[in-house]
């Protein structure tokens, strides 16, 4: 097969010519921004796509077209490896490489890293390609398509999807279809024909209700929501809202709750105690919520969804006979008080890891049943292989064994999964009999709070102990651990954004009061140390008596 490089240079500098001067690094989840700016970025992508297919001997690789949580005008695009998993860290390094090069050198960085890694350019090369229902995806897929085309690859489009069903297509189609069929049907007939086998025919239970309400946040979930329901025979009585009226996670998603700590706008007025889900734009992250009889907001994140799944899957392994182990992957971002359920409760192992999916997805496989969730909603549950296939020869005889293999297919165990991940809370609660409420009242939340510090060079924070620990600037942890000693069950702790100059805080207490007096001492010191920008971050007026 012959591909001409200097062609696809003359190609990239007449259609997808390189318009961003700022450089640009390859994050967890890929390359975002300005959607003005990444015609040539998409481009690019679809050109290393095709060249990590060639290198891994024609398995497909997949690209998705999403910005996820980001509001518009943003959009973005991340790689998908052929076990669903994230792209490999060494790749990541080419990829901000080839997309930051001039377009005068992009044709010797290509050679270069044909030359390098020893590709055969005549090798079969095979790339799915998704997108999110951004008014700007199309032209951007079609950037990637053209990028694949260019090196003669092969690209199959599957048009408006979530991020997690392209992370399954990816993953079917390289299993040979044992993970699944590889097309939207087969994506929806292997969630729910488990979720209705374990559910069964009646549908409510002790406190258990069949009723949620479900935010799309105007993103790509809601549609496909719709169509779970339209196949689901009437075994989850479920509303969609934020099905699209309005702009992308913009008030409303799984981001804006877990971060503003209230409901989406664009939901109607609910009984008291009704299950709230919320997903983002790509459905990838989700979260619970609730207003109680007096008003009060009630969120149910990451952490709780964690903790109610472990719990599950426990009782389940105990009653399976099986000797299998089971731990929980968290962040530093995880409540405290989660992490003491988990150590004292429900006994199971936990471990800390950098913020990020890749890190907590790599750490969770090291364990039979590894369960994983950031506090934003974003996570999933793995088995290793050894596990599946105990579980496996265990159902023959085994009521228990076999309800877990039904679990294992009702999980999407490539990426953290909305949908996917709402209908195992879903049976699970269904199973316990459960209300909201009662799943608030496994653990008291610590109180706490995230702020931003603007700041000339976000890189002058640097962090180890899995971002827990600050070790420059100079004396900002002494400082931060001065600081957290004067607050009862205080915990704080700061690293750098992955994408724009800013420091992210994190503050708990043991009340409210205390946690934002001790986030904005925090941001204060940052801000002091780290070269801010703007004006020091100080408490709202109404807490000022108080300092």
Known sequence: MAVNLRALYAFAREMYPKKNPNPIQYGTAGFRGDAKYLDSVMYRMGVLACLRSRFLDGKVIGVMITASHNPEPDNGVKLIDPQGEMLVGSWEEIATKLVNVSDKELEATVAGIIEDLGIDIGKKSNVYVGMDNRYHSPQLLKAVCDGVLSLKGNVKEFGIVTTPMMHFYVVAQNTSKAYGLPTEEGYYTKLITAFEKIRGTKLEKGNYKNKIVFDGANGVGARK????????????????????????????????????????????????????????????????????????????????????????????????????????????YANGASTDYIVQKLKVPVACVPTGVKHLHHKAQEYDIGVYFEANGHGTIVFSAKAKEMIRKSAETNESSATLLNVIDVINETVGDAISDMLLIETILHSKGWDVKDWLNTYVDLPNLLLKVKVQDRNC???????????????????????????????????????????????????????????????ALVHKLAGGVGEVPTLPPKHNSHI
Do not use: W
């Open 225 to 332: 929501m719709l169509q779970f329901l339209k196949r689901m025979n009437g075994s989850l009585n479920c509303e969609v809202f934020n099905k699209g009226e309005g702009k992308i996670n913009h008030e409303c998603g799984a981001d804006f709750v877990k971060v503003q700590q209230k409901p989406s706008s664009g939901l109607p007025i609910t009984e008291p105690n009704t299950r709230c889900v919320s997903v983002d734009g790509d459905a990838d992250r989700v979260v619970y919520f609730f207003t109680d009889e007096n008003g009060q907001f009630n969120l149910l994140d990451g952490d709780r969804i964690a903790t109610l799944i472990a719990d599950y899957l426990m009782d389940l392994v105990r009653k399976c006979g099986l000797d299998l182990n089971l731990g929980i992957v968290q962040t530093a």
């Open 461 to 523: 924070i640097t962090t180890t102990n899995a971002e827990r620990t600050c070790v420059t600037p100079n004396g900002l942890q002494e400082g931060l651990d001065k600081i957290v000693a004067n607050y009862q069950r205080g915990r704080s702790f700061v690293r750098p954004s992955g994408t724009e100059d800013v420091v992210r805080v994190y503050a708990e207490a043991a009340s409210r009061e205390d946690a934002e007096l001790l986030a904005y001492e925090v941001a």
